[in-house]
């Protein structure tokens, strides 16, 4: 059974603070990990699609990266509008996507 | 506009009280999917479709119906809603199967 935990569960920055977030997981023959992006009441947005360890992809102040057991989605200088809660998910051999129950980030003025 | 539709956005209703949440997008995408996400529990898929007129349990399916007529559209049926189907619902839809899936906005479903 394919399993997703990510980490912290809620996390709290100032603004210009980098971080990361954290998304452990196990899957039998991984096909894709996905990060999102959810703001309050809107469904999830398409952020990064990793297939493969050491692969990395940056958009903005965003950085997800991979290895063979975890994925890192590192935020740099963040700014409040980057406050929503990331979820993180893989794809293994069935067609199921498994998703993480998320991280709630807050970035304070 | 790409985008993945569903109607309605917000449904209160009553135990037993057949309903249809409908989906659509204007993608020409193969495969769609709805989920069901809850506090402390995440997103879980209930139904995916990889193209027309073919439809499969994800990993919460009981209580919840589909079909998938034509491309574009994927309605979510409860025949019999109840209280335990109270969630927020949303509908994705995705170029082929592992494929980066594009979420719509979400319909918020109470049943009393």
């Known amino acids: 059974e394919d399993q997703v935990t990510q980490s912290p569960e809620a996390l709290r920055l100032q603004e210009g603070e980098s971080s990361s977030l954290n998304c452990s997981y196990t899957v039998s023959g991984l096909r894709g990990l996905f990060w999102y992006r959810q703001d309050p009441g809107k469904g999830p947005e398409f952020l990064f699609t990793?297939?493969?360890a050491g692969e990395e992809k940056e958009k903005e102040r965003l950085k997800a990266t991979l290895t063979k057991k975890e994925s890192f989605l590192h935020i740099t200088a963040p700014k409040p509008e980057d406050s929503a809660t990331y979820l993180c998910?893989?794809?293994?051999?069935?067609?199921?996507?498994?998703f993480g129950r998320g991280t709630s980030l807050i970035v304070h003025p | 506009e790409a985008q993945v539709t569903q109607n309605p956005r917000y449904l209160i209703t009553v135990t037993g009280k057949k309903l249809t949440v409908t989906c659509s997008q204007n993608m020409n995408h193969e495969y769609m999917s709805w989920y069901r996400q809850d506090p402390g529990l995440g997103l879980r898929q209930i139904y995916y479709?990889?193209?027309?007129?073919?439809?499969d349990k994800g990993d919460v399916p009981e209580g919840y119906k589909v079909s998938r007529k034509e491309k574009r559209n994927f309605p979510l049926i409860l025949e019999s809603p109840s209280p335990n189907q109270t969630s927020l619902y949303f509908c994705?839809?995705?170029?082929?199967?592992?494929?980066?899936?594009?979420f719509g906005p979400g319909t918020r479903l109470t049943v009393l």
């Open positions: 479709s990889m193209n027309v007129e073919v439809t």
């Open positions: 994705a839809s995705s170029r082929t199967v592992g494929d980066t899936q594009y």
């Open positions: 990793l297939y493969s």
């Open positions: 998910a893989v794809r293994g051999g069935s067609y199921i996507p498994t």
